[in-house]
Structure formats: C-alpha cells, structure tokens
C-alpha cells in the first residue's frame, strides 16, 4: 500500500511540474519561441560553416577539405581547382549579414566574434600568394561565378573590407578585377560580372558602368511576367530565380541606384517583381518544410529561397507576408534538408537534397557546390528584437490552406 501510496506522490508531482514547465512556457511567450528558432538557426549555421572558415582560418583547407565532384561532372581536375574559391564566396555570402551584426546574446556575440577573426585570417590566407590556401582567381570561367560571391559577400557585410586591411583590400580589388577576363554565359551570368563591378562602386574603386548596364537591360528583355525572369533565352522551371536572380538584382537595385538616378524606373519595377516572387516563393513551402524538387541545381538545399531570406534580411516582405510567418516557413526547410543523417559526412555537406544523393548532382558541383545553401541564414543579419524572431510562431500559407483555414486567394502580378 505504501509503493503505491508513493507511486500516486510521484506521478502527481511530475504533473504538476509538467503543467508548470507548460505555463512557463505560455508566460514566457514570444521570445522563449523566437529565441528557440534563432539558436537553432545558429547552431545549423555553425555546424555547416565551421569546418570551411575554421581551416582556411589555419591556412588548412586544401589539406582538409574532400575533392568529392558530382558524378556527373565534365572536368573533374577543373572543379576541384576552382572548388575553394567557390566555397569561400558561398559561405560569405550566407553568413555576411551576422557577421555585420552588432550585440545580441552573449554566446552569440562570442560566436561572432570568433567567426569574424576566422573569417579576416581566412581571407587574408586565401589572397597570400605565399599561403598554403591562396586562391587563385583566373583558373577559368566559373571563377567570374565565384568571386561575385565573394563580392557580394563583402557588400552585405562592409566589416569585413573595413577589417581587411589596406594590403589586402587592393589584393582583393585586383582579384575581382582579374575575373573580368572571362566572357559571362549568356545567362544569368550576367548578373555575376555587374555584381563584381557593384562591389567596386561600393568601395570607391573604379567600376564599368556597361557591364551593369548590359546585365541590367539583358534581364529586362527577360522578364517573362508574375515576377519570374528567363534564365538566358528559354525559361526553366527551377530556383535560379532565386539562387541568383532576384537577390542580384536587388543588389544592384541598392548600390547602383545610389550612384545614379538612371535606372529608378527599372528599379521601381524590380522591387514590385521582388515581391511577387517572395510571395510564390513562400507558397511554395509545404506543410512539413519540403518543396518542389524541379530543375538543375537542387542540390543547393535551402539556396532555393535565396531571395525568399534576402528578402526577410532586407525588411522589404510584401504586405501578404508577415515576419514571422517566413521565419516558420524558412524553419522548417533548414529543418527538412538538413535533418537526414547523410547530410553530412565526416563533417562536410554531401551532395544531395534530403542527404547524400549522388545522382541529383549536375556536370558543375564540386564539394564546394553545396554551401550555396548558407543563403537561407541571411535573416541572422537581423537583431533577435527585431518582429521577424520576437514575434510568436504562426502557420505560414501552406498550413493553413491545407489545414482548412479560409485563406486570401492569390494572383498573378498581371492581374493586380
């Protein structure tokens, strides 16, 4: 009678605190959940990003990173040359807004700061010819590809240029420079060299208004309607829309739209496009975070809402978007393609888009390929007092159309 006296005290106490954790956690509200999500963000980033900053930081990189291509691959001593470059500009690019930041928690400004010193000491061995890391930015065309990355790295995140160093800065300006040898695919690869030549009008270099000009007007011919633009001459259902497209163009929007009055016309048109796309983007997430896997270049993983996360970052949502709800949405995405345990092998993305999928790969990816992905961190770039972490979890469109909420119809941008 007594063990069972014991047993009933037991229980009732673990109830009762299972009812007080819960009423913490209702008083506690917004933040305990917006936090929950940003550490989960942190510690995604961190995991993928780490190994790549950590040793080039140690002048390791080449030693330690695979020289895994896609079996698919068309030149395989090729893309294992330009593969450090193209990791380098990729991850940059994801985490530059964090990097930019300023305050927040203390173990997040710990982390920071350990990643802006791995961050200065790794550029600086990637531009020292005498580094075991030195990057070489003339080995071929995709390099063009490779270094707007980096630029554009640089011009979400200006810390990392005012840390640099004056010796380095000219050796980086040289290196941006040196990519202009390369003719650009007649395709969203124009947006590449105007992005590299945006970079140079950001810092006070000399920069080729035609090149800009020529990207800029090229995708105008594009522009195919409901905020998608053709990929060169023929229009592909895939996310280059997104890996590319609209973030580039929202670049330039900002930094050439600084210098000159010219293209406020475009740029007006640019920005209602922007929008439309972050609208179809969000609506393409699905209840459990998976999404439509169509096209080339899947195996980008979250890089397929690039411009759904800039988007977030810059605070530029269309009105049919609240913060909140494409953090949730972007939550569970990182969350669906990173959650299989061949995500990762000995530490380093696979090849794949829910693990290691080998055959998803195209004739271009190298190890490097996959970092692109780290885009869908831009929003870190935000303080954790900002609505799009503070504000509480809501369903975002898929789940409340799929759940049977009376939901607002939708669209094209033709028919507004």
């Known amino acids: 009678m007594m063990n069972v006296n014991r047993i009933i005290v037991v229980l009732s106490l673990l109830l009762l605190l299972g009812e007080t954790s819960s009423a913490q956690k209702k008083g506690t509200g917004r933040k305990e959940k917006s936090l929950t999500d940003r550490v989960f963000w942190l510690r995604q980033m961190d995991k993928m990003v780490k190994p790549v900053l950590y040793n080039l930081a140690k002048d390791s990189l080449r030693i330690v990173m695979p020289k895994v291509t896609s079996i698919h691959i068309d030149n395989k001593e090729h893309r294992i040359k330009v593969q450090y470059v193209e990791v380098l500009g990729r991850v940059l690019s994801g985490v530059a807004p964090w990097l930019q930041l300023e305050g927040g928690a203390a173990e997040e400004v710990a982390l920071r700061n350990q990643y802006r010193k791995w961050a200065i000491e790794g550029l600086k061995n990637a531009l020292d010819s005498n580094a075991k890391d030195f990057m070489n930015f003339d080995i071929g065309g995709q390099q063009l590809v490779d270094a707007s990355y980096v630029a554009l790295a640089f011009i979400r995140a200006p810390w990392l240029w005012e840390h640099l160093g004056k010796r380095n800065q000219e050796l980086l300006v040289k290196s941006i420079i040196t990519t202009r040898r390369f003719k650009p695919v007649f395709s969203n690869w124009l947006l590449f060299s105007a992005v590299n030549e945006a970079f140079l009008a950001k810092f006070g270099k000399d920069w080729d208004p035609m090149r800009v000009d020529y990207a800029l007007q090229q995708m105008e011919q594009w522009y195919v309607g409901d905020g998608m633009y053709n990929d060169g001459n023929s229009f592909a259902y895939d996310y280059y829309n997104s890996y590319v497209i609209h973030p580039y163009l929202a670049t330039l929007a900002d930094i050439i739209g600084k210098s000159t009055t010219a293209y406020n016309a475009m740029f007006k048109k640019i920005k209602s496009r922007n929008e439309r796309y972050a609208v179809i983007q ?46 949730c949405a972007l939550t569970a995405v990182i969350k669906k393609t990173l959650e299989s345990p061949t995500t990762y092998k000995n530490g380093w993305l696979t090849i794949g888009l829910y693990g290691d999928q080998p055959t998803l790969g195209d004739f271009y990816n190298n190890q490097g390929s996959p970092y692109i992905c780290t885009n869908i961190f831009l929003p870190l770039g935000l303080p954790e007092t900002d609505p799009f972490w503070a504000n509480a979890a809501v369903k975002w469109s898929a789940q409340k159309i799929w759940t049977g909420e009376d939901f607002q119809n939708d669209h094209s941008e033709a028919l507004k």
């Open 282 to 327: 969000e609506r393409l997430i699905n209840t459990d975070g998976t999404y439509p896997a169509t096209g080339r270049s899947i195996v980008y993983r979250g890089a397929a809402f690039h411009h759904l996360a800039d988007m977030a970052w810059r605070k530029a949502l269309p009105k049919q978007l609240s913060p909140e709800q494409v953090r």
